[in-house]
Nanobody, 116 residues
Framework: QVQLVESGGGLVQPGGSLRLSCAVS????????MGWYRQAPGKQRELVAA???????NYADSVKGRFTISRDNAKNTVYLQMDSLKPGDTAVYFC??????????WGQGTQVTVSS
């Protein structure tokens, strides 16, 4: 079992920045992919950024050049640096982790609101 706890969300003005954190604990061995999804009101959950199982990074077209996913293995933490935020980035952001032969693990989500 993997536990994921997100933090760092909040209210920010358009053009501003936020950094989300996802602290990972529990049975972290064999995690082969991790990343971030988001879900805006009335919309489906969409992939934002991820470390893929083949060691690459993947970004949604809407965030390329503005968001950066990174990780600190010593702290068992994955980050999402979000710059040049737009009102359309407003959503609940969820961290996830995949392991072989296990269901996907999800965090509880953190709210990001971009508004003036």
């Amino acid at each position: 079992q993997v536990q994921l706890v997100e933090s760092g969300g909040g209210l920010v003005q358009p053009g501003g920045s936020l950094r989300l954190s996802c602290a990972v604990s529990g049975s972290i061995f064999s995690i082969n992919a991790m990343g971030w999804y988001r879900q805006a009101p009335g919309k489906q959950r969409e992939l934002v950024a991820a470390f893929t199982s083949d060691g690459n990074t993947n970004y949604a077209d809407s965030v390329k050049g503005r968001f950066t996913i990174s990780r600190d293995n010593a702290k068992n933490t994955v980050y999402l640096q979000m710059d040049s935020l737009k009102p359309g980035d407003t959503a609940v952001y969820f961290c996830y982790a995949d392991k072989y032969f296990s269901p996907r693990s999800w965090g509880q989500g953190t709210q990001v609101t971009v508004s003036s």
